[in-house]
């Protein structure tokens, strides 16, 4: 490849080739970049887990402007490893358990790249199909995997499409759902239209209908309670949208949950479909985290009922070694999104789209431009294979299992809640906190008052769970975050981190058990 | 590191390593990815520019589920050359002169494939310190390089932020802009509201106003004319917004454009942000092509007026050596867009946060989950410097230039619009059609009334100018695609691509030129 004349200011350094994407020298670098990041996975461990830097570390350590002349890979990497990795927090690290897992992979990050590699924009279908058509091969394959009813496939006149994130799925399909519902009801109804959850569901629901401007008083966050697990219940949405309609407001969109974020916790897809559906309410399926289990056979039941939905949607960039960003959703009705979404520009006008024989996903999305998502999840499922992803799944679930174990045998400790999947709420209890707590409360007096004692008790084992969680996490050597529900704090720890072996939830325990006697003994 | 337990269905092959981030297996098959893009990038001038497949290619050849059993990553690689590449239309190819570029480069994709590695999910400061901290800073120097007034920087109390695409950016802005309006004139007022572009704008704006719950009836396209290059004129922006005000409704968020789409026309920023002062609104500036030339001084002066407006967004994806996607947005008031976007669910609540010491970029954004966007723009900061990166730009107007003067030499043909950046819009013309044509309009009488030979000769020129782009492209050749503006068909040659050099520009008209002959002749 002959060079671009860069006039004066070229060549101060001879690593900088002239041409950007020189092939040599794009060779030369890549390589050097892999093995960066390999030995980055062989050091990983090494790191504290979560990043213990001070807020503002970096912009004392880098320059105050760009540099007007190259540098060269070799400085930049060394930065990197000086500068940006004391500042990351590992989620690729075996000892991570915070949050939901970022499980990445080599088949994933290999899709990655190669999308990186082509970087094309496939708007539409002529903008690159293959970037279209293996889309809706893999999710059909997925959804296949799923045992998602055919309505929800390309081959039952359905269709999944690559999001980024569930946010997104949620903002399209509310917006989808809407959009229907106004041109039933008229187009001035906007005010009416009412949006409902749980106190569990997660907190894309509430920022979506802000976005799509529902009103912010109808937004329902139906209130869950430990005696279902904090699944929502059917009688609890059905009480709450009777309220509503008699109020003359118009039930609009529920989402349901597979898998909340704070504990897992599954809502009971059959039933809430069969109330929404008595409403003429879109029921949209938040699969997350959880949804990919749902390829075992022995997971597939926490998704029975979503037949009666009108979408579904998992993250495969959490728990299914796909590299982020790739939300998978599927919808029985792809022409309601299509109506909301849909724009027509001439410059994107084309004798395939005319056809009408072709999907043109900027259709289907809230963004026009869209990377080639499908390769990293097609590199996936066949890198691994069907047995082995749900062997992988499998061996994350055995170990939160063998975590749970763990938690029981030490008395001193209580599961919060059933666990579901690979994740175990646990804390640390109250009466386990010895005699001078005890004594303190008898000398203010609280021993008076049941209810009151409870509720200190609560409060105070509240307090000792969160040190506790800060006391770990400052360790560096493992990281879990927290839960609230029911008033009571629970401690999550999620087991999905791609290199994860037992003996990192062995040693995570040891670390808890560690950590609570120390802070046990000192309160 | 050991592995993971897999159970029965285990080792199907050797290829499959049971840990899917094995640090050996990662590095073994990274760099065969490696060589397998580079030597792409070798051939990609073999390859059709655009895509030549049918509609439902793919589907014939691959399975119809997901395999079973782990297949090697040569096999795959294998399937990628034989049944993908033929479906790419390669926007890397030197002769990619379409849409507007998706310029790549070896520093903009390693930036994009360490994050890959880290994947780290840094929806607030806590989840990876690095993630938002560099953020803060490249928006900071890429900021300062476009000499953007320093209160849309944080050291000047604004801020930048990076998102996926411009309709993120333009929906995030008019969301905030939304709440900010009816927070003063009462939520109820939502309906009243109107969104102003041209109808040169993108259709982004549009869209971004209907998932916004903005009433369709209040969305303006103000017309534009050849007269100011497609420019939208202050004048009749003031005369929609007096219209509707005189309706009672309530002007909300105008979106002026530095390169539109269609022609690269430059609205007057300065009058039309005076205009909208008047009248309380929000201004965008979406420079989502051009707002990386404006890094060079001869160009800068095609912003200037943005100190009056709200947020500036560029696409450093386009054209800025930056992969897909990466949208930077700076706004003068960060807290206009966290008041709608802010989130604060229990799991994500952290010490960093309460001590309002940091960023939290969920908040600045519709998604929760982020990618650490910012490394691929600080190593193609790094890895060019400001000088070269200049030129880089320079360069590629240098042969938009040159292709320009071609077209001006041969008369058959018409630049359509003033060229401002790397890209020339122009049609070959009627009267080159020859005598046949003419002598055709005559016998259907056309001659006698002017104002229809002209309109009939307008509609049979773009036909040909259809044809002309129709054949050019199916050669494989070249890919350049179209705008219609003031009713006329124009070709639009933009130049971006990263490894075109003036040869490519020089044949890319040679081809144009061959395909008029033909098609001239036949006519």
């Known amino acids: 490849m002959a060079s671009l004349n860069f006039g004066n200011e070229r060549n101060h350094t001879s690593t900088f080739n002239n041409n950007p994407l020189d092939p040599e020298e794009f060779r030369r670098q890549g390589h050097m970049l892999i093995d960066f990041i390999a030995d980055y996975y062989l050091n990983v461990e090494k790191y504290p887990v979560q990043s213990q830097v001070e807020p503002g570390y970096l912009r004392q350590r880098l320059p105050e402007s760009a540099p007007c002349n190259p540098e060269p890979i070799e400085t930049i990497l060394k930065d990197v490893q000086e500068h940006i990795v004391p500042g990351i927090t590992h989620w690729q690290s075996p000892n991570f358990f915070a949050y939901f897992p970022s499980s990445g992979s080599t088949a994933g990050f290999l899709g990655e790249i190669l999308s990186a590699g082509f970087n094309v924009v496939g708007f539409n279908w002529i903008a690159s199909p293959a970037a279209t058509e293996l889309e809706t091969i893999v999710v059909d394959w997925l959804g296949e995997m799923l045992r998602l009813p055919k309505s929800f496939l390309f081959s039952g006149n359905g269709g999944g499409v690559l999001q980024g994130t569930t946010c997104e799925a949620i903002l399209c399909t509310l917006v989808a759902a809407r959009d229907q519902m106004l041109s039933k009801i008229g187009r001035d109804n906007l005010r009416r239209l009412v949006v409902y959850g749980s106190d569990q569901t997660h907190s894309a629901l509430q920022k979506a209908a802000r976005i799509a401007g529902i009103h912010p008083k109808n937004f329902r966050a139906v209130k869950t309670t430990k005696s279902t697990s904090f699944a929502l219940s059917p009688d609890s949405l059905k009480s709450e949208i009777c309220k509503d309609i008699e109020e003359g407001l118009v039930p609009l969109f529920l989402c349901a949950t597979v898998g909340t974020t704070s504990t897992t916790a599954v809502d009971p897809l059959g039933a809430l479909c069969h109330v929404a559906k008595d409403y003429g309410m879109w029921v949209h399926v938040d699969a997350a985290y959880a949804g990919s289990a749902c390829i075992c056979p022995e997971f597939r039941h926490f998704m029975d009922g979503v037949e009666g939905a009108n979408s579904f949607s998992l993250n495969a960039h959490k728990w299914f070694l796909t590299t982020l960003d790739c939300c998978c959703l599927w919808v029985k009705d792809p022409s309601a999104l299509i109506k909301s979404l849909s724009t027509n520009p001439e410059f994107l006008r084309n004798k395939a789209t005319e056809s009408r024989q072709v999907v043109d996903y900027k259709d289907w999305q809230i963004t ?26 499998r061996s994350h679930v ?14 001193r400790f209580e599961i919060v809640v059933p666990r579901n999947f ?6 640390v209890l109250q009466k386990a906190m010895g005699m001078r707590q005890l004594k303190q409360a008898h000398q203010n007096g609280h021993v008076e008052n049941g209810h009151k004692v409870v509720e200190e008790e609560e409060g105070s084992s509240n307090e000792v769970n969160q ?19 029911g008033k009571v704090y629970a401690i999550r720890f999620a087991v999905g981190a791609s290199l994860v072996e037992e003996r990192h939830v062995i040693m995570a325990w040891k670390v808890v058990q560690e950590h609570a006697t120390a802070i046990l003994s000192t309160n």
């Open 467 to 485: 040190k506790l969680l800060e006391s770990i996490n400052m360790s560096g050597r493992v990281f879990m975050t927290h839960a609230v529900v």
């Open 398 to 411: 055995e170990m939160a299992k063998l975590f749970e174990g763990l938690v029981a045998m030490d008395k």
């Open 368 to 393: 026009l431009s869209r990377k080639f998502r499908a390769l990293k999840l097609w590199f996936v499922l066949r890198s691994y294979g069907v047995a082995n992803l749900k062997n992988f799944l």
């Open 422 to 427: 690979a994740m175990v709420c646990f804390r």
